[in-house]
């Protein structure tokens, strides 16, 4: 049994360093998400682009796929000194292995998408994501396209 699947998507950047979401607290008998001044910009910058990639359609009611890649700032310590300033250092790492956690990346991404993108994250059904440092034509930010997947 195959099933045709029409798709329409969006495609944004947001520049600036990306910033995770907070962890959940207990504080007494209540749960609180703690929040920086930081993560709320964040997340107004990733709605805006948001709401411009929509044009002013309402959020996908369907299943969505939603591939983002986050673009950290590299730090001063992989580049070379003097004239190789400019240069990284033969050991300086690919991709970055330090926080923020990728998956606190998603989280703030994704709550920040929710009901301009889509209804709820819960029908994000398929994800690819990715943490990499920012270089050459990529600046720190990031990259999100998301597919609403319909059947024809």
Same mark, same amino acid.
Request: glycine share 10%.
């Given at each position: 049994m195959s099933a045709i699947i029409e798709a329409q998507g969006i495609q944004f950047t947001v520049?600036?360093?990306?910033?995770? $979401? %907070? /962890?959940?607290?207990? *504080?007494?008998?209540?749960?609180?998400? @703690? $929040? /920086?001044?930081?993560?709320r910009t964040w997340r107004q910058d990733i709605a805006g682009q948001a709401r411009e990639a929509m044009e002013g359609a309402s959020p996908y009611l369907e299943p969505v796929d939603v591939r983002m890649m986050f673009f950290l700032s590299r730090p =001063?310590?992989?580049?070379?000194?003097g004239r190789n300033s400019e240069r990284l250092k033969p050991s300086a790492p690919i991709a970055p292995k330090v926080k923020p956690d990728l998956d606190?990346?998603?989280?703030?991404?994704?709550?920040? @998408?929710? %009901?301009i993108v889509f209804k709820d994250d819960s029908q994000v059904v398929s994800m690819t994501?990715?943490? *990499?440092?920012? =270089?050459? =034509?990529?600046?720190? %930010?990031? @990259?999100? %396209?998301? @597919?609403? *997947?319909?059947?024809?």
């Open positions: 520049y600036g360093a990306p910033v995770p $979401q %907070g /962890s959940k607290r207990a *504080l007494g008998k209540n749960i609180v998400e @703690m $929040q /920086s001044v930081r993560l =001063q310590a992989h580049f070379g000194t606190k990346l998603v989280r703030a991404a994704l709550d920040a @998408m929710t %009901g994501v990715s943490k *990499l440092y920012a =270089q050459d =034509q990529f600046h720190p %930010g990031l @990259m999100v %396209g998301v @597919m609403e *997947l319909a059947p024809h």
